[in-house]
């Protein structure tokens, strides 16, 4: 057995046969021709087919993925129009007098190179569209293509990273997971690996490649990034087991819709969900969840090609809003940095991200960007329920800052007549360590506190929570932060207002108790999490 960790990109276990994705990338082979204009027209015809085959994959992902995330196949129709890389194919088969695709091999390596090169790291991007379209081309005029069918069950598809284009055109009825050595999280074929549902873990390392082969035994892990090769019977079962309880979960979720989240002394605790994006709802309510008490608004960000409008974002608001029917729903602001990159932000590399430029840091250095969010929140506050909390808040003049721009933005929205929801709950994050310890200062200003334990740990232990290797060193009931959430609990109630946690800890059962007596008012976490939770509730007596 062979275990790598990646990067889980959609939870779920997969057991399953391997597949490692073929791309028959044709060797392309340089080779002198007499009839340049015969080289010319097979590159016009290579590329009416590609040019076809990328409209029907247009098509099939506006169906699958939406829109947005389809754009990018539009895209690469236009590359392949563009003047100057055909320009350059037909200028190299010329001078050179070579066959078509030799010159769109060497114009992919140059254009590659040329957007490699660039300091702009959208365009830096655009060096994989380019190597993905010429590929294309290339199969279009050998007649190759890449492939990763089968004529067996379900595969898990192993690849050493896949093109937005191979992504989805994966047979998804064919394909149980996918796993890729290389890999970013933020990029397309993770952001629609998440929007196929395919259990997925990307960035599993180089050596992951060279040790899988067609046909063996393999378990995907999603919700961690464990990847395990020809697993052994223990192993087996043990995921077999991890499957069950997946399958009981669903059971407890027929039983315990509907109730109250109770305790047997009468205790009361709202139960919410967090999402990462608009398509998260259906779990939030297939759960049963009370609210939503974290939307991760970057994933909006994330999932996009470019800084997203004021309307698109008032739309994806609006519309969680309007789904909840009411419920409270806490948006919280933009969190980038760190972990999670955009490329079109263009942040500089920092030796340490995680206590870098981030979250609301961005926010306040680039108002213009917080401006366009504030906006669409408070337009979209007249739809519901909604709570806006600002992340990594560590001191007074940051919520000031962050509240001043709230009404700045109010008076825009008066001045224009815009209605928005004057009594819009505004709070913050306690995610590190500095919040909590000034929580009292911090209470008065706000409606109420949400603790983001995943980066409260973080931070109160030292230990980067991107570090596999500090696993050993991370205790997650450590006495530190539990007392810095009681700490943070007191002086929200003191000053009137109520508290949260949203960070994974909250799901975990064996504190439910000590979170209650704390008087902590809301949990939120994963929507599976919701009905577990729900029947721990239940059965505690606080008295
Ligand atoms: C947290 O830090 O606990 C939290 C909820 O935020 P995120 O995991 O998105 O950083
Ligand atoms: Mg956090």
Redesign the pocket.
């Known amino acids: 057995m062979i275990i790598f960790k990646g990067t889980g990109v959609y939870g779920a276990v997969a057991i399953g046969k391997a597949l490692v994705f073929k791309r028959q990338a044709a060797e392309v082979r340089r080779s002198r021709v007499e009839d340049t204009a015969a080289e010319l027209e097979r590159i016009e015809a290579a590329k009416a087919l590609a040019v076809e085959q990328l409209t029907a994959i247009y098509e099939k992902a506006i169906k699958e993925v939406g829109e947005t995330n389809a754009e990018i196949f539009e895209i690469h129709i236009m590359m392949l129009d563009d003047d100057d890389y055909n320009e350059s194919i037909r200028s190299i088969i010329e001078t050179q007098q070579v066959n078509a695709e030799y010159a769109v091999a060497v114009t992919s390596d140059n254009f590659a190179d040329m957007f490699s090169s660039m300091s702009d790291a959208y365009m830096q991007a655009r060096a994989a569209d380019v190597k993905d379209i010429s590929n294309r081309l290339i199969a279009c005029l050998t007649d190759s293509t890449a492939s990763a069918s089968s004529d067996d069950d379900k595969m898990i598809v192993c690849a050493d990273d896949l093109a937005p284009s191979e992504t989805v055109t994966l047979d998804k009825d064919k394909v149980l997971a996918f796993v890729t050595a290389f890999g970013s999280s933020n990029s397309h074929t993770a952001i629609l690996a998440r929007n196929m549902n395919i259990p997925a873990v990307i960035s599993a390392g180089e050596e992951f490649l060279s040790s899988v082969e067609d046909g063996v035994m393999m378990i995907v892990d999603g919700h961690t990034g464990e990847v395990y090769i020809d697993p052994d019977e223990e192993t087996l079962k043990r995921f077999e087991a991890k499957q069950a309880e997946d399958a009981k979960k669903s059971q407890l979720l027929q039983l315990l819709k509907g109730k109250e989240n109770v305790t047997l002394d009468g205790t009361k605790v709202k139960i919410f969900a967090n999402i990462g994006g608009v398509s998260g709802i259906g779990a939030v309510l297939a759960n049963d969840a009370g609210g939503i008490g ?1 939307f ?1 608004s970057e994933f909006l960000y994330l999932e996009s090609e470019d800084y997203p409008t004021e309307e698109q974002q008032f739309a994806a608001y609006k519309k969680v809003l309007e789904s909840m029917a009411g419920k409270k729903v806490i948006i919280r602001t933009l ?1 980038i940095g760190a972990d999670k990159q955009i490329d079109y932000f263009a942040l500089d590399k920092e030796d340490n991200p995680a206590l870098g430029f981030r979250a609301i840091r961005i926010c306040l250095t680039r108002p213009e960007i917080f401006r366009t969010q504030l906006r669409a929140l408070f337009r979209a506050s007249v739809y519901g329920d909604l709570g806006i909390m600002f ?1 990594m808040i560590t001191s007074v003049s940051e919520v000031e800052k962050c509240l001043a721009a709230c009404d700045e933005v109010r008076s825009e929205l008066k001045a224009d007549g815009i209605p928005f929801n004057e009594n819009t709950e505004i709070g913050i ?1 306690i ?1 590190t360590p500095a919040a909590a310890v000034i929580s009292d200062r911090l209470a008065p200003l706000v409606d109420f506190f949400s603790v ?5 740990t973080q931070y109160t232990l030292a230990c980067d929570r991107q570090n596999a290797k500090l696993e050993a060193f991370v205790d997650t009931h450590h006495e530190a932060v539990l007392r810095l959430i009681e700490m943070s609990a007191k002086n929200a109630h003191a000053n009137g207002a109520w508290i949260g946690i ?3 800890l909250a799901a975990d059962t064996t504190l439910t108790e000590a979170f209650l007596r704390m008087g902590i008012d809301v949990l939120s976490f994963s929507p599976p999490f919701v009905l577990p939770l729900r029947e721990k509730v239940r059965s505690l007596d606080l008295r």
Do not use: A
């Open positions: 974290l991760r969190d992340p994050m995610e983001g334990t995943n980066d409260l949203c960070g994974e």
